[in-house]
């Protein structure tokens, strides 16, 4: 019972392929079973579009005719909506990297490393798994919008999933980089709250900088550091793009959050390759 | 498909299922308390036509239109006559307010101004600025154009812009019957309105009327309260019925009302 | 690339010469031996000879800094790809997937290796059979005993139908019955397969029915051969009786006193040999109350080469993180 002539018919390729959808299954099945992080992608919306967006509405809605404090073509409700969607990505994205750690040390990554595939197949195996997972449950999110009043069409949906697609590669790409510099879980969460939560909240996700008034008059409403921040934050235009998909308001133009998400892409993923060669 | 890939799936399903069931919430109160008070209040100008006359025979567009929807949520109708609304462009003046009506109508149109403040009902005519003038004309350099802005949300800078470029001197008008007057007595060689008031004119005078050249055009909708989505829903879902059984042509047909164009 | 076909005849597993530094410690000092095919060979020495640090060479993890090691003839550090085809490797630490079920390890393990999907199949179910976990094929890991566990990599390092099986300390953690159990696994697979298998360990039990033993200590090989060679030419003999009287004590003392090992006290310890045995007994065989004989083992070879126990050490702090791990860490696996 001699398998090895079986497998020379088999091409290289077909090898690294077939390690490829392997190691992309493993991550996909995972995250199914993981029942934390899928409650957690199922609660993160419910709060934030449920609680947050029916609580804070009254605030932002006109009660006179004429008389807005924002003059803004939506509602709160749809203008966090996907913000929530971006959220959802990166927690899931950020979760899926710390894995890497564990995986590294003890776990099923050495198994991995000692197998016939290359390293960029390992690599690629874990970010796209981490990736699918990701959009996943950012389409969760999209089952709120008629909750949210977000009209969704299949030409919307579809460019959304692309974008959420683009945006969950270079998060979960820069999840692995900084996993594959911190050695430890309690390093992992320090990062998580001093870099990952901060980044979401100054990206415009839950405010907008409004635009409506002049950039003169954006810069009096809100301090000159904040917007500075906030338009220094890649992750503002991939929100922006996001939104101006779903409920078609962009703050900035609509090829910018596309090309920053790809350049982010290719280059953390360039930066995760390196790192995974080298070790 | 393994026992193990199986339980996945139904986890998912689960999750999905569960987040389905919570998108049917209604996210506020606006349907309910529409029903409690079994009265649906809309803000109107005095006189508009041909949306509102005042006519109680030939109420107007959107006054039937209204009462059509109300009639298939199984509501009355209440109309709020404001005045401010036919003399004032800026809807600042008008002071609305949640108090006095759910909806407002005669002559909301569904721009990116009116979504800056309010919420829109589904579109049933199409508007946009139109000339009307005794006879065609080719073209408007050198003439004198009375202008009538009375619709808020028509993008009258827009217009400025393009009756200068081409050499027009503008009038501005306060009322239909001047801008009437003013064609009829020579002092305009045409008239610049909404669409639907400049064919009412266009037909009371015997006038053609054509669509302003370079601008765009507008959807007439209903104007509600943002935040109000299940009233929104509701009032989508009458909106679907009436054009379903014809009654929304019936009635634009009677008003010489454009249907909306397919985007 | 094509597999660089092996010379005929080659050993299984060639180490030539490798030697690798971490730092200032020489982790490995000019290591050379070869294991046969069909060997079933032995790895001895106490944690921190070097033994992982030469089965990570040998699995391409690391690279030696000088040397070569040879995989089925091909050299691990140019073909690194062709030789982790022909190795299976069962790590200290499992590296199981704990979410996912026993038959779904073995089928990502297939799909990593490129083993084609009926043949992983066929493979998947043999293995079980093998290792006697067919019906927990369904369950998931999570739920299996250490022990099933450890049978479980085992067959999944057979999957992609390896010739060379390296088992890193495989019965580390376990208690002696599972032990037991594990090797008769792994001798009904040498009995059922053609395979070579590399053994680390610091066990001294265990290697005594293996073909060969090397006892490695420091990074330096101490020692190559049979575990009868080794007891042989190492290996003591050892006498230890309790005489009638003290008097009597003194006398066998003062008699054999260059034979006298370990510290006198009511109990005396001959180094001896056969010779030894009879003489004593004939000279002083009514004065001894009590008399053993402990035949030489390899604990006493080692002790003899290195001159020291097998030592002990404090938790690392990979043992710390995994064990905070395991007690739930922070989103961990």
Known sequence: MNGAGARQRRSALMVQLGGLYGLWLREVKRAFRDRGQLIGGVSRPILWVLILGIGLNPYFRGEVYGAATFVVPFTYLQFIFPAVIALNIMFTSVQSAVSVIWDREFGFLREVLVSPLSRTTVLLGKVLGGTTVAVLHGCLVLILARFADVPLTLPDVLKAVGLMAL????????????????????????????????????????????????????????????????????????????????????????????????????????????????? | MTRAAMRDVLSFVAVVALLVAVSVLPPDTSLSEVEKSASLKACVPPVYPPLVTGDAALPGLDIELLGAVAQRLGLALVVNENPAIGRDFNPRNWRLSRGQCHVIAGGVVDSVQTRSFLDVSPPYAETGWAVVSPAPIADLAGKTVGVLTLVSGLDRIGLASVLRARGAVARVVPTPDMLAAGIADGTFAAGVTEAMLARKLADEHGWTVAWAPDLAHYRLVFGLWKGDVTLKHAIARAFAGLSADGTLAAILDRYGGVPVAPR | MADPAPAPAAPAIRVDGVSKRYGRTLALDNVSFDVGEREMFALLGP??????????????????????????????????????????????????????????????????????????????????????????????????????????????????????????????????????????????????????????????????????????????????????????????????????????????????????????????????????????????????????????????????????????????????????????GEHTR
């Not at chain 3, 089928?107 to 009926?118: A, E, I, K, S, T």
């Not at chain 3, 003062?254 to 040999?273: I, K, M, Y």
């Not at chain 3, 006493?300 to 702090?317: I, K, M, W, Y």
Request: aromatic share 6%; net charge neutral.
């Open chain 1, 167 to 279: 945006l969950a590669f270079a998060l979960t790409s820069l999840g692995v980089v900084i996993a594959n510099r911190i050695r430890s879980f309690e390093g992992f969460g320090i990062f998580s709250n001093a870099v990952i939560l901060p980044l979401y909240f100054t990206s415009s996700s839950i405010f907008p900088l409004d635009p409506a008034l002049t950039r003169a008059q954006t810069r009096i409403v809100y301090p000159e550091w904040l917007v500075t921040l906030v338009e220094y934050n890649p992750l503002t235009y991939a929100v922006d793009a996001l939104r101006g998909t779903l409920i078609d308001y962009y703050q900035f133009a609509p090829w910018m959050g596309i090309a920053v998400m790809a350049g982010a892409a290719v280059v953390l993923f360039g930066i995760a390759l390196y790192d995974f060669h080298r070790t």
């Open chain 3, 47 to 328: 944690n921190g000879a070097g033994k992982t640090t030469l089965l990570h060479i040998l699995c391409s993890i690391l690279r030696p800094d000088s040397g070569v090691a040879l995989i089925g003839g091909v050299d691990v550090a140019k073909h690194p790809l062709a030789a982790r085809q022909l190795l299976g490797i069962v790590f200290q630490e499992p590296s199981l997937d704990d979410r996912l079920t026993v038959k779904e390890n073995l089928d990502l393990h297939g799909l990593v290796f490129g083993v084609p999907r009926r043949l992983r199949r066929q493979r998947i179910g043999e293995m079980l059979a093998l290792v006697e976990l067919a019906d927990w094929a369904d369950k998931p890991v999570r739920s299996l005993s250490s022990g099933m566990k450890r049978r479980l990599e085992i067959a999944r390092a057979l999957i992609h139908d390896s010739r060379i099986l390296l088992l890193d300390e495989p019965t580390v953690g376990l208690d002696a019955q599972t032990r037991e159990r594990i090797w008769s696994h792994v001798r009904q697979l040498r009995a059922e397969r053609d395979i070579t298998v590399l053994v680390t360990t610091h066990y001294i039990e265990e290697v005594e029915h293996c073909d060969r033993v090397c006892i490695i200590d420091g990074g330096k090989v101490l020692a190559l051969d049979t575990p009868e060679a080794l007891k042989q030419a190492h290996g003591q003999t050892l006498l230890r009786l309790s005489p009638a009287s003290a008097a009597d004590g003194e006398a066998i003392a003062r008699r054999f006193a260059d034979r006298l090992t370990g510290t006198p006290g009511t109990e005396l310890t001959l180094v001896s040999d056969d010779a030894l045995v009879a003489a004593v007994l004939a000279e002083f065989g009514t004065r001894i109350k009590t008399l053993s004989i402990e035949v030489p083992s390899l604990e006493t070879v080692f002790l003899s080469l290195t001159g020291h126990e097998l030592r002990n050490r404090a938790a690392d702090p990979r043992e710390q993180t995994r064990a905070f791990g395991r007690r739930g």
